[in-house]
């Protein structure tokens, strides 16, 4: 016979019936194809990615492993795929500022192939500009322009000799440049010594002669170098021409290719007058010298001909739609890019071929989806991504300038236009961090995308499940699951949710079952996976998560906690404290002992007083106090001290849920009524008296159980548990099936004085107009002794003021 408050077997665990399921196996059903119970989560979504304004980011808040990931990426790429594919971005040489590289925009598919253009190219003009100037046109025109200014340089210069030959007293010796003006005598150079013999007045006009035979050498030689000059000059022209001719038809092919993008053509432009400006770089002797100096140098930083290669930052494939990246290691360097270097001479130096790209390069145009924490947990990433979203400027960072090295050569590239719609996943706590500290963060990340833990269980999603269960046997080539064995899968996601009217959003769960219960099956060399293979699993999985439990229970087995559900005993009773270790949860048996006297301290929280206790337990605590004065002294001085405590709890007590132990226990020191070991009971309490919810229910109960079992069922042990956390049992085969047999009970209550009955066998007693309590009940024998007190207390301070005197005159 069912008691009073006693919950039924059906009351304990929601089944699914594989029969309303509607199929036999999951290879009849369509794997899930959307965002399984996360509609509202969808819609934000589609909102947040079809505005285009600025600040219109995303993040998406949710609990790891309720496949926001997953589902965002899903959604994402299927919208990207319809999108226009974003332009191709390139770095080329700045001919005239070679520390600021040039970005370059082309259509999409054209960065690659204007790289490899450009390559051949100029292997082909290494090859075309020497054939074109050693032409025989070429090379006939080039000697006729030497010939003919050398020419002239040597009638001069014969002139000037013709001069000095008629001068007996000078003479020139040398050749070419070698030519100087020494005295003579006769036409024949005069020694030194014989110089000097000479009188002075000779001497004198030979000097004058010298002195002005030096200056016609001089006027001779000087025009002879500018005839040279002007001869290189010509020559330096005509292969200027000669190459200009030659890039000029190359170049105007290479151009039509890129009439839709004018930053490119402006730099063919740039580059086409830079190869004319350096045609002897293209010739064998120009290529020599700059070998040697790359042999000394290093093979590519100093290579000449880097100038004419492109770097493309980014090329996306023609038609592949707007990107969608994802960064699962967002560093500086791996969103902004950075330029590369390379040590030589112990010198950190670089060039623009060295800028590497970005995760913001690679999706601007489309979408980028980055982990909010991991963001936050790199230096200065939080900063730079925000700075770059404020001003839609993309610029590489500069690694070695971060890491404070010293380097010589720096770059400063244009910044490239910046179109990206930035997501951020993150916990729940993470976005309410961020909406608090940062001011910026909600102009940025205007779009909240907040996924649910859980979702109602109806027929809808009990089916969404079925397709989930598909998508991973297929996508995995897992055995197909039966009906018995979805239903079991759903169960368990009602569990996951801590409601039966609910299933977990927390698909990692669900399909980290889904492959342990395959798992099983095929160890079983069974066909398809039934509900014994996900029990199996599930048994497994809590055989390996279980150990502290094990080791809890085996101290309760061995007498070590202090566990006896035997008898009933004044101001004690059992309540129930939950361990969460990891995913793993379980619930254990704290004995609650007061201790009731006469005095004025009132109730002293042990717990408290030690320091060993949190606020909340604190505010239940002072609550507890609340419902006894509005229970007992509405009229009356309430004249108590009591003391209450937790026996071998040595960790700090945090939540309320033990306050309605608190409350019996109290209420038993106080009046002196015996209260059953064998019953635990979780609640908390207002001051009214009613029994509230509390968390963690089923896993309590079930670890409860568990100790009950080590010492041994009776058939009459059981718990009570507030009647609004029924909706939240979904409890173990094992522990319904002791219900459904009599060897345990459940027992549900709305208010404190439900319990009693089942507490003590004696009703609370409910308040009368004249404000008493019926006889034969708890709350008589509590005024009673409360009354007791007062008049102890008066009559041992009979002539000395009334403790209370001072509350009644108020």
């Given at each position: 016979m069912v008691k009073p408050n006693e919950l039924r077997p059906d009351e304990l665990h929601r089944i699914c019936d594989p029969a309303s399921l509607g199929f036999g196996t999951t290879e009849e059903v369509a794997p899930l194809a959307a965002a399984l119970g996360q509609g509202e989560a969808m819609r934000a979504l589609a909102f947040g990615v079809s505005v285009a304004s600025k600040g219109y980011n995303i993040f998406v808040l949710g609990r790891a492993g309720s496949g926001r990931k997953t589902f965002i990426q899903q959604e994402l790429r299927a919208r990207a795929e319809k999108e226009r594919t974003p332009s191709s971005w390139c770095y080329g040489f700045n001919f005239k500022n070679p520390r600021e590289p040039r970005a370059m925009e082309m259509p999409a598919g054209k960065g690659e192939l204007l790289r490899a253009r450009l390559d051949a190219l100029i292997a082909e003009l290494k090859k075309a500009i020497p054939q074109a100037l050693e032409a025989d046109d070429v090379s006939n025109r080039r000697s006729a322009i030497f010939e003919e200014r050398g020419r002239e340089a040597s009638v001069a210069m014969d002139a000037f000799r013709k001069e000095v030959e008629e001068d007996p007293s000078v003479v020139l010796i040398g050749h070419q440049d070698g030519v100087v003006v020494v005295p003579a005598q006769d036409g024949q150079p005069i020694t030194k010594e014989a110089y000097g013999e000479l009188p002075p007045e000779v001497r004198q006009s030979i000097d004058e002669r010298v002195r002005a035979a030096s200056k016609g050498l001089f006027v001779a030689q000087r025009r002879m170098h500018e005839l040279r000059g002007e001869a290189e000059a010509l020559a330096e022209?005509?292969?200027?021409?000669?190459?200009?001719?030659?890039?000029?038809?190359?170049?105007?092919?290479?151009?039509?290719?890129?009439?839709?993008?004018?930053?490119?053509?402006?730099?063919l432009d740039a580059m086409a007058a830079d190869i004319v400006e350096n045609w002897e770089k293209f010739t064998p002797s120009g290529r020599e010298?700059?070998?040697?100096?790359?042999?000394?140098?290093?093979?590519?930083?100093?290579?000449?001909?880097?100038?004419?290669?492109?770097?493309?930052?980014?090329?996306?494939?023609?038609?592949?739609?707007?990107?969608?990246?994802?960064?699962?290691?967002?560093?500086?360097?791996?969103?902004?890019?950075?330029?590369?270097?390379?040590?030589?001479?112990?010198?950190?130096?670089?060039?623009?071929?060295?800028?590497?790209?970005?995760?913001?390069?690679?999706?601007?145009?489309?979408?980028?989806?980055?982990?909010?924490?991991?963001?936050?947990?790199?230096?200065?990433?939080?900063?730079?991504?925000?700075?770059?979203?404020?001003?839609?400027?993309?610029?590489?960072?500069?690694?070695?300038?971060?890491?404070?090295?010293?380097?010589?050569?720096?770059?400063?590239?244009?910044?490239?236009?910046?179109?990206?719609?930035?997501?951020?996943?993150?916990?729940?706590?993470?976005?309410?961090?961020?909406?608090?500290?940062?001011?910026?963060?909600?102009?940025?990340?205007?779009?909240?995308?907040?996924?649910?833990?859980?979702?109602?269980?109806?027929?809808?999603?009990?089916?969404?499940?079925?397709?989930?269960?598909?998508?991973?046997?297929?996508?995995?080539?897992?055995?197909?699951?039966?009906?018995?064995?979805?239903?079991?899968?759903?169960?368990?996601?009602?569990?996951?949710?801590?409601?039966?009217?609910?299933?977990?959003?927390?698909?990692?769960?669900?399909?980290d079952l889904v492959r342990e219960a395959a798992h099983v099956a095929s160890q079983r060399a069974a066909q398809r996976v039934s509900w014994t293979h996900v029990e199996e699993a599930l048994q497994d999985r809590h055989r390996r998560n279980n150990r502290p439990h094990q080791e809890l229970l085996d101290l309760i087995k061995r007498g070590v906690l202090s566990f006896e559900p035997t008898g009933r005993k004044v101001g004690q009773i059992h309540g129930i404290g939950l361990i969460q270790i990891s995913d793993e949860a379980f619930g254990r048996p704290i004995r609650v002992m007061c201790s009731a006297f006469l005095g004025t301290e009132g109730v002293i929280n042990i717990e408290r007083e030690a320091q060993m206790s949190g606020r909340i337990h604190n505010k239940a605590f002072l609550v507890l106090t609340g419902y006894l004065g509005r229970t007992f002294a509405r009229s009356k001085p309430l004249l108590l001290s009591a003391s209450l405590s937790f026996d071998q709890l040595y960790e700090e007590v945090e939540g309320d849920s033990a306050s309605a132990a608190e409350l019996y226990a109290l209420l038993s020191a106080i009046s002196g009524v015996p209260i059953r070991q064998d019953i635990c009971i979780t609640g908390a309490i207002n001051q009214d008296g009613t029994i509230l919810p509390v968390g963690g229910v089923t896993h309590k109960i079930e670890g409860v159980f568990a100790a009950f079992e080590q010492i041994g069922l009776t058939g009459d042990q059981g718990v009570i548990l507030p009647r609004r956390n029924v909706e939240n049992l979904v409890l173990r085969r094992g522990i319904r099936e002791a219900v459904a047999e009599g060897r345990f009970h459940l027992y549900a209550i709305d208010r404190i004085e439900e319990g009693w009955p089942i507490l003590t066998g004696m009703e609370a007693g409910k308040m009368q107009e004249d404000e008493t309590f019926p006889e034969d009940t708890i709350h008589r024998l509590v005024v009673e002794q409360l009354d007791e007190f007062v008049r102890e207390w008066k009559g041992m301070n009979e002539g000395e003021e009334d403790p209370s005197a001072e509350d009644e005159g108020a």
């Open positions: 022209d005509l292969h200027r021409q000669v190459t200009r001719s030659v890039v000029a038809l190359r170049f105007s092919i290479l151009k039509d290719f890129y009439q839709d993008s004018p930053g490119v053509l402006k730099h010298d700059g070998e040697v100096a790359s042999s000394v140098l290093g093979p590519s930083g100093e290579d000449f001909f880097v100038r004419y290669k492109v770097n493309p930052i980014v090329s996306p494939d023609r038609h592949s739609g707007a990107p969608v990246i994802m960064e699962s290691n967002p560093t500086l360097w791996a969103l902004l890019g950075r330029v590369e270097g390379q040590v030589r001479f112990g010198v950190m130096v670089t060039d623009f071929t060295r800028i590497a790209p970005g995760a913001f390069h690679r999706a601007n145009g489309g979408y980028l989806v980055i982990h909010a924490e991991e963001v936050l947990s790199r230096p200065h990433v939080w900063t730079a991504l925000k700075r770059t979203l404020r001003t839609r400027e993309l610029k590489p960072a500069d690694p070695a300038g971060d890491l404070g090295m010293v380097v010589t050569e720096t770059l400063d590239p244009d910044p490239i236009p910046l179109n990206v719609k930035v997501i951020l996943i993150g916990e729940p706590q993470t976005y309410y961090l961020l909406q608090d500290a940062d001011p910026e963060f909600e102009e940025l990340f205007k779009v909240k995308v907040d996924f649910t833990p859980h979702m109602d269980r109806t027929r809808e999603t009990e089916a969404g499940y079925a397709s989930f269960i598909a998508a991973r046997c297929r996508r995995e080539s897992l055995p197909a699951f039966d009906a018995t064995a979805v239903a079991a899968v759903v169960e368990e996601g009602s569990r996951l949710a801590g409601n039966q009217w609910k299933l977990s959003t927390r698909f990692r769960a669900i399909r």
